[in-house]
């Protein structure tokens, strides 16, 4: 393949004059929790032979680079279960800098960080997120359907003394987590890490109706107010996440809605799934398969086209919601088969 300067003078912008410079790359669909709100106990995971190869994830992430993208996040399933993730991430970090990647960073649930932390700081990678929603170990089995939760805080240790810096990503689950999220921040923020909440999202079909666990962060944040003072960051991580300061505690929290506060149109991620599925929007439909032009007999040229038509089809926002009990899931992929 050509190197990332054959691409450079195309830059990725969408028809709504949006430059996507973020991209989120799935590197596999498995993942060794089955948390209640993103997959049912007995998920079917794809056959090892649909996913792209290591060489086919380092080629398809410096066309992205050449074309601009500055942050590649790593994500799953759960990245960390892929055998040769740690061989990626090396030659990926070789891209930062004079390659044009400015980061290089991956989510994970923390259940085998203590095993991979010092290999990812080694490679480039100085920040990561933790998907991490309880501290209590029973509540933790009960919504990971496994009990990990030493594990996770072991990782979560283990990236701390490698240098990474955590941010502790939340799920709000209202009837689950919602009494303990005060204590999860402040926890966090003990610990120097950041926290994001996130509202669940209605992907895929799942064992429970989300309705009932749907918690609107507008709410958590009124109930915060009432604890402590909360003040508008400017802090922007890249991603949709909006930022306030906590005084009380001397850490930062961010809020992710894309239920109660679209987001849409500052958009400047697309996301690949493990397959090389490139979807333009987390909430659409619209994909290309960047797979194919990869292995066929021009791929320069067959990206070049991928890339035109997907920034042609990017949707100008999504319409997710969760509005009634029993509702069907926006749509029915799950969440871990787009990338996390």
Not at 70 to 99: F, H, Q, S, W, Y
Not at 262 to 283: D, I, K, W
Request: aromatic share 6%; hydrophobic share 40%.
């Amino acid at each position: 393949m050509s190197s990332p300067a054959a691409f450079r003078s195309a830059p990725l912008v969408d028809r709504f004059a949006r430059a996507v410079t973020y991209l989120r790359l799935s590197v596999t669909d498995r993942c060794d929790l089955r948390c209640t709100y993103c997959m049912p106990e007995r998920m079917q995971f794809l056959p090892r032979a649909d996913v792209l190869t290591l060489e086919e994830l380092y080629q398809l992430s410096r066309a992205f680079i050449a074309r601009g993208v500055t942050k590649l996040r790593l994500t799953g399933g759960e990245p960390l279960v892929r055998r040769d993730m740690v061989d990626l991430v090396r030659a990926l970090g070789r891209e930062i800098g004079e390659g044009g990647l400015r980061e290089l960073t991956l989510t994970t649930n923390g259940t085998r960080l203590a095993e991979f932390a010092d290999d990812l700081a080694a490679s480039g990678v100085r920040r990561i997120n933790v998907s991490l929603d309880t501290l209590d170990r029973e509540r933790f089995t009960r919504l990971a359907r496994r009990d990990s939760l030493p594990q996770v805080l072991e990782g979560i240790q283990a990236a701390r003394e490698a240098g990474l810096r955590v941010k502790i990503n939340a799920v709000a689950l209202r009837g689950e987590n919602e009494d303990e999220l005060p204590d999860l921040i402040a926890w966090a923020h003990g610990q120097g890490h950041d926290v994001t909440l996130i509202e669940v999202m209605p992907l895929g079909e799942v064992e429970e109706d989300r309705f009932d666990h749907y918690l609107p962060l507008d709410r958590v944040r009124r109930a915060l107010e009432q604890r402590w003072t909360l003040t508008p960051s400017n802090a922007r991580s890249g991603g949709p996440a909006r930022y306030v300061d906590i005084a009380q505690t001397g850490g930062r929290l961010g809020f992710i809605t894309p239920l109660t506060g679209n987001f849409c149109e500052g958009c400047n991620r697309v996301r690949v799934t493990a397959t090389g599925q490139l979807f333009m929007c987390l909430g659409g439909e619209g994909k290309v398969d960047l797979r194919a032009a990869l292995r066929s007999a021009d791929p320069e040229a067959a990206l070049a086209q991928a890339f035109a038509r997907a920034m042609g089809e990017k949707q100008e926002r999504h319409s997710f919601a969760i509005d009634r009990a029993g509702a069907a899931p926006a749509l029915a992929r799950h969440m871990s088969m787009t990338g996390g």
